[in-house]
């Protein structure tokens, strides 16, 4: 039997290249194509059965019209804008995307980290182990008695009143998106290439410049890829445009922290909450300012995680996820109905 011939387009680096080629079924020849261009792609899909597109930009009507043998267009990830819908539905070429588990968690853990700001955990949780002196005496609650905020916490406040940024808008920021919809806050985002008006209705987003997310969102959530360069993406210039008492939620690259910047912006009061899940060095240093920070104040409005938010992601995690992402071309080789067809 001839094997199903698979162009795997990727904007991912080379590990996860390999963990997708080793999750890949039998009975598939895959081509891993890196970055490709338009033309690449173009000059690549006539020989593809199936195309896989891995956090890649467009695959337009004339890419489609190229694709003369293909069976199934598969994106890995909820959204599928630049995907010309219309022209596969011509062409006869079904397209399925895969909403990503790992991005899911990603999701579920900023939300968490915005809660926990929001609400203040740490400090109420540090205020009951260190009790203040001059605490009332304690009483038995019943029908007509309880103490409510009895240790007199401040700034606990209600996300449905905030406006809830997010640069580096992808794959776990559409994820995010679909979490947040339901507490009714404002949810800007910004990436290189704006969505079109229809998505952004349909997951409630506002376009906004780098200037503006910064100066206007009361949590600005960075989930940006690696980004090379001397300096991290995310250091003083950036902070002094942030609305000043903003909370600043990273779980994007370890390396979008100038974490020596975003200490000095928390001290200050420029921000009134940090939260991150990945760090410059992992595991962290002894020396790291982000954890002095904790070090010095139980109670500060800090919410720090050590690079989880993906979940535990054990080997066998990692596997099992990417042989799902598999699943349709699996179906395809057994002549199974697709999941998740949006054409």
């Known amino acids: 039997m001839t094997p199903l011939k698979v162009l795997f387009a990727t904007a991912r680096e080379a590990v996860h290249q390999r963990t997708a080629l080793d999750a890949a079924p039998a009975g598939v020849d895959v081509e891993i194509c890196f970055r490709p261009t338009q033309d690449e792609l173009i ?48 062409a006869g070429i079904p397209v399925c995307n895969w909403p990503l588990r790992s991005c899911a968690m990603v999701a579920e853990h900023v939300l968490m980290q915005i809660l926990s700001l929001a609400k203040r955990f740490r400090d109420c949780e540090s205020i009951l182990t260190h009790p203040q002196a001059d605490a009332q005496e304690p009483r038995k609650c019943d029908g007509n008695y309880f103490a409510i905020n009895w240790t007199r916490r401040q700034g606990i406040r209600r996300i449905a009143d ?16 679909v979490l ?13 290439t704006p969505l079109p008006p229809e998505v952004e209705a349909q997951y409630g987003l506002v376009y906004a410049d780098a200037r503006a997310i910064r100066a206007e969102s009361d949590f600005l959530c960075a989930l940006l890829p690696h980004i090379a360069g001397d300096e991290p993406p995310i250091g003083r210039d950036f902070l002094a445009g942030m609305k000043d008492g903003a909370c600043l939620v990273s779980a994007g690259s370890s390396s979008s922290l100038d974490e020596a910047a975003v200490a000095q912006a928390f001290r200050s009061g420029k921000l009134s909450g940090l939260a991150t899940d990945g760090w410059a060095w992992e595991p962290t240093r002894p020396d790291n300012p982000l954890l002095r920070l904790a070090a010095e104040d139980p109670g500060a409005n800090l919410a720090f995680t050590p690079h989880t938010a993906g979940g535990s992601l054990t080997p066998d995690d990692i596997r099992l996820n990417r042989q799902r992402e598999w699943s349709n071309v699996r179906n395809l080789l057994a002549d199974a109905p697709l999941l998740n067809r949006v054409a």
């Open 43 to 90: 000059e690549r899909l006539p020989h593809a059965d199936v195309l896989v597109t891995e956090r890649l930009g467009a695959v337009n009507a004339q890419a489609i019209a190229a694709a003369r043998r293909l069976k199934l267009i598969q994106r890995l990830g909820r959204m599928t804008q630049d995907i010309d819908l219309q022209a596969a539905r011509a």
């Open 162 to 177: 905030c406006t809830i940024g997010i640069i580096g808008f992808g794959d776990v920021g559409c994820e995010l998106a």
């Open 180 to 192: 947040l919809r339901p507490f009714g806050c404002r949810i800007l985002y910004n990436k290189r």
